[in-house]
C-alpha cells in the first residue's frame, strides 16, 4: 500500500502478519481488518476516506491478502482473537501508545467478540461491521445462521483456486457479489486476494480449505449470547435488512443489538460488504463514533490528571 509504513508482526504460533501503518501523529488510531476469504485492500475505497483524521493500521487476518501461508491446523477463530491483541501491541511498541479503536468486518468482528469473551480484550472504541452472528439454541435466527455457514463453507471448497488474471477475478466477483460495490473494489478486492503463481497466473491468497475452516468454526461458536462480555464503548454497524436477499448478519445484528443495549446503524440499501457498497456513509458513522469516544477519552483522562496530588518541594 503506497505512502504506508509496513511492520510485521510475529504470531505466538509463528504465523506472521503485515501491518500496514499510515501514520498521524496525535491522531486516534484505527485498527482495521477485514472478512473470511478478503483482504483489506480491497476496502480500499472505504478506508482511504478516513486517512486524514486517523492514523490507520490496516492488516490481513492469518493466511489472507499480503500475509504468507501457515499452517491450516492453526487456521482457528481463537487465533484470530490472539492476532488482533497482538497486533494492536507490536504496534503500540512500535508507534506508541495512543487512542485505539478496532474496525472489524464480518469474521474479524467475530474475533474481536471472542477475544473479550476469552481473552478479556478490551477497546477504547469498537465497531463491528454485519458480524455474522450465531444465535443461541432456541432462537430461531440459529438455524438460518448455521446454513449460511455451511453454505458458504461448500462454496469455498467448490471455487477455483487460480484465475488467468486480475481483471478475470475481477470480472467474476462483479457477476457474482459486487453488482452493488462502488467503482473499483471489484479490482481491489481480486488483486488483494490473489498472489502471482510461477506461470503467470493468480492464486488466492487464502486457500478454500482455510476459509471453510473458518465458517466452521464461526459455526461453532454462540457468537450472539457472546456479545455479553463485548468491551464497551461498541456499535454495530450493519447491513440493510430490507434488501431483496438480505444475509442473516443483517437480521442477527439488530436483534443482538437490541438484547445487549449496543447501537445499531443500519447501511441503507446495502449488503453484507456494505463499506464498499456505501463507503462514504459507512466512513462517515466510523468517523462520527470513533471522534465522539474519543474525545470522551480524552476529557476523562483530564478530568483524572486534574485529581492527581501536586506534590511540591519545600
Known amino acids: 500500500m503506497d505512502g504506508a509504513l509496513i511492520i510485521p508482526v510475529n504470531c505466538h504460533d509463528g504465523a506472521i ?9 496525535s491522531a486516534p488510531r484505527l485498527l482495521i481488518s477485514h472478512g473470511n476469504g478478503f483482504a483489506i485492500g ?33 487456521h482457528t477463530l481463537a487465533n484470530m482473537a490472539r492476532d488482533l491483541l497482538t497486533v494492536r501491541e507490536v504496534i503500540a511498541a512500535t508507534s506508541g501508545p495512543r487512542f485505539t479503536a478496532g474496525i472489524f468486518h464480518s469474521v474479524s468482528s467475530i474475533a474481536a467478540i471472542y477475544g473479550a469473551q476469552e481473552l478479556a480484550a478490551k477497546w477504547d472504541a469498537l465497531t463491528l461491521v454485519d458480524p455474522p452472528l450465531i444465535a443461541p439454541p432456541g432462537n430461531p435466527l440459529r438455524e438460518q445462521n448455521l446454513k449460511l455457514d455451511e453454505f458458504l463453507s461448500a462454496l469455498a471448497l467448490k471455487r477455483p483456486q487460480t484465475c488467468a488474471s486480475v481483471a478475470e477475478l475481477a470480472q467474476q ?15 481491489d478486492m481480486a488483486e488483494a486476494t490473489t498472489r502471482p503463481t510461477a506461470d503467470g497466473r493468480r492464486e488466492l491468497s487464502c486457500p478454500g480449505p482455510f476459509e471453510a475452516q473458518i465458517y466452521a468454526h464461526n459455526a461453532a461458536y454462540d457468537s450472539y449470547a457472546a456479545l455479553a462480555h463485548i468491551s464497551r464503548p461498541v456499535m454495530i454497524l450493519g447491513a440493510d435488512p430490507a434488501m431483496e436477499r438480505a444475509l442473516t448478519p443483517a437480521f442477527s445484528g439488530p436483534e443482538a443489538a437490541r438484547t445487549y443495549n449496543i447501537p445499531h446503524v443500519i447501511a441503507p440499501g446495502t449488503g453484507h460488504l456494505l463499506q464498499i457498497e456505501a463507503p462514504q ?26 485529581k492527581l496530588p501536586h506534590w511540591r518541594i519545600s
Open 281 to 306: 456513509f459507512a466512513a462517515g458513522q466510523v468517523r462520527e463514533f470513533v471522534m465522539k469516544e474519543a474525545a470522551r477519552h480524552a476529557h476523562s483522562c483530564n478530568a483524572q490528571a486534574t
Open 42 to 74: 480491497g476496502y480500499r475505497k472505504f478506508w482511504e476516506l478516513l486517512t486524514d483524521d486517523f492514523e490507520l493500521v490496516l492488516f490481513d487476518l492469518r493466511n489472507h491478502g499480503s500475509n504468507p501461508l501457515h499452517r491450516l491446523e492453526d
Open 173 to 187: 466477483l462483479r457477476a457474482r457479489a459486487g453488482r452493488n460495490w462502488v467503482a473499483g473494489a471489484d479490482f
Open 17 to 25: 502478519i503485515r501491518a500496514s501503518v499510515f501514520a498521524r501523529p
